[in-house]
């Protein structure tokens, strides 16, 4: 079974309005991280946002909002205002494990296109 | 600060051929990991390195991969022999030690074509 569900293979939005991207995951440990990458088309994974199991407000990092609600197993990433540069896949990822043996699952993504 | 260094960005083999990738991580990371990302899909871990020592390596097929990370530094990853199904991205990525909140960095991989 997939531990990180991505069910939007591609998505559309015009330039300057908001987009959510939807991420679904499946664990059974009370303690975990979930994160949103950025890969543009030249290949490189890009850091977006990091939401804990235990954090009570959803995380903000400038134009890029986590939508976190723990009882639907759910992490939709929202970008606001976006721009052409946002074009891009976008991998949704869980973090498993403790201390040093923690990795990553990502999910399949989804690919980002901004229409001006 | 540097970022994760990798090389070659491309390469094209034949099948059965071998085939080596490179990988610098930042400076002071202690833990580096190697991932495989095939055409539409999310990168899968192959491999965590813990300074020299390997913490995972369950999806390593190691009939024909092999990774080292000598003096806890430096790591390459060998394919041998390679198949048409090992055509990929293999992205390399460090962390430091003990992780904060796992945030990885990534570097630009290695496009791998096996013809």
């Known amino acids: 079974a997939q531990k990180i569900t991505q069910t939007q293979p591609g998505m559309f939005v015009q330039e300057k309005e908001a987009v959510t991207l939807d991420c679904t995951y499946d664990?059974?440990?009370?303690?975990?991280?979930l994160f949103w990458y950025k890969q543009p088309s030249s290949g490189e994974m890009i850091f977006l946002i990091y939401?804990?199991?235990?954090?009570?407000q959803n995380a903000t990092e400038g134009r890029y909002s986590l939508n976190f609600q723990k009882a639907r197993k759910s992490a939709n990433l929202v970008i606001s205002a976006s721009q052409l540069g946002d074009s891009a896949m976008y991998f949704c990822?869980?973090?498993?494990?403790?201390?040093?043996?923690?990795?990553?699952?990502f999910g399949k993504g989804t690919k980002l296109t901004v229409n001006p | 600060e540097a970022g994760v260094a990798q090389s070659p960005r491309y390469k094209i083999i034949e099948k059965r051929q071998s085939v080596a990738f490179w990988c610098n991580p930042i400076?002071?990371?202690?833990?580096l990991y190697w991932y495989q990302q095939i055409l539409g899909q999310g990168p899968k871990l192959l491999i965590q390195?813990?300074?020299?020592?390997?913490?995972?390596d369950s999806q390593l097929p190691k009939d024909r991969f092999s990774a080292e990370r000598l003096k806890g530094v430096d790591s390459t990853l060998k394919i041998q022999p390679a198949k048409l199904e090992d055509s990929a991205v293999y992205l390399c990525?460090?962390?430091?030690?003990?992780?904060?909140?796992?945030?990885?960095?990534f570097g630009p991989g290695t496009r791998l074509t096996v013809t």
């Open positions: 990525a460090s962390s430091p030690t003990p992780p904060t909140v796992s945030e990885q960095y």
């Open positions: 664990t059974s440990d009370p303690s975990y991280g």
């Open positions: 939401q804990g199991s235990y954090d009570q």
């Open positions: 990822a869980m973090r498993e494990g403790e201390g040093g043996s923690e990795k990553l699952v």
């Open positions: 400076s002071g990371h202690a833990t």
């Open positions: 390195f813990q300074n020299n020592g390997v913490v995972d």
